[in-house]
């Protein structure tokens, strides 16, 4: 098993350009979830699916947009990057249950010129 | 909202010693799980260990164990006979069991240096 998996590693965009980065998981898990990790931020929440077809906003929501349309793979998708989303990107999967770890994918580095 | 607060931005432990890392938090709930994540310098966000709430009894894995006190909302993390591979970034994080259970809030971190 692959686990969870996102692509690219790393991504440098200019201001205003659009990208999806990718997540994919192949451990059948119900909650999937985008945060991303700023310096002295500890992780933050961006925006969650707790299933196919059910999405919805966490804490800092704006500027990107998700869809669900299969258990396995959870995109997020900038709209017109910024500097400001220069972060790293992380994707989580856990069952449904709040004592199940949440599993987290190796990130994804953007930088945002 | 819940928060979660660790107050040591950095520490550091000599090998084979012992330290202990610190995390507050905030929450009206009463049923709620803690963990304690590492983040080596991978990057990769590995769980070391996971308390819940209506257990009084404090969780243990190996090197690594908890000092858990519900009243004081207070969750330290003891890294015992510590080792080089210790060394990173380690979060403290909250998660509801009802509710908002698809998320962790998390604290800012403490970077743990081992010194050899």
């Known amino acids: 098993n692959a686990g969870v998996t996102q692509t690219p590693k790393f991504q440098v965009l200019k201001t205003g350009q659009s990208m999806t980065l990718q997540c994919a998981q192949d451990m059948n898990h119900e909650y999937m979830s985008w945060y991303r990790q700023d310096p002295g931020m500890g992780l933050r929440l961006i925006h969650y699916s707790v299933g196919a077809g059910i999405t919805d906003q966490g804490e800092v929501p704006n500027g990107y947009n998700v869809s669900r349309s299969t258990t396995e793979d959870f995109p997020l998708r900038l709209l017109s990057a910024a500097p400001s989303q220069t972060s790293v990107y992380f994707c989580?999967?856990?069952?449904?249950?709040?004592?199940?770890?949440?599993?987290f994918g190796p990130g994804t580095r953007l930088t945002v010129l | 909202a819940q928060t979660v607060t660790q107050s040591q931005p950095e520490m550091s432990v000599q090998e084979a010693e012992t330290v202990t890392l610190s995390c507050t938090y905030d929450t009206s709930e009463s049923d709620y799980y803690l963990f304690w994540y590492k983040q080596p310098p991978s990057r990769q966000m590995i769980l070391v260990i996971r308390?819940?709430?209506?257990?009084?009894q404090n969780a243990t894995e190996n090197r690594f164990s908890v000092n858990f006190q519900k009243a004081a909302k207070s969750f330290s993390l003891k890294i015992s006979d510590s080792q080089l591979g210790d060394a990173a970034m380690y979060f403290c994080?909250?998660?509801?069991?009802?509710?908002?259970?698809?998320?962790?809030?998390f604290g800012k971190g403490t970077l743990l240096t081992v010194n050899p």
């Open positions: 308390q819940e709430a209506y257990k009084q």
């Open positions: 989580a999967t856990s069952r449904e249950g709040s004592y199940n770890e949440q599993f």
């Open positions: 994080a909250y998660r509801s069991h009802w509710g908002s259970n698809y998320k962790l809030t």
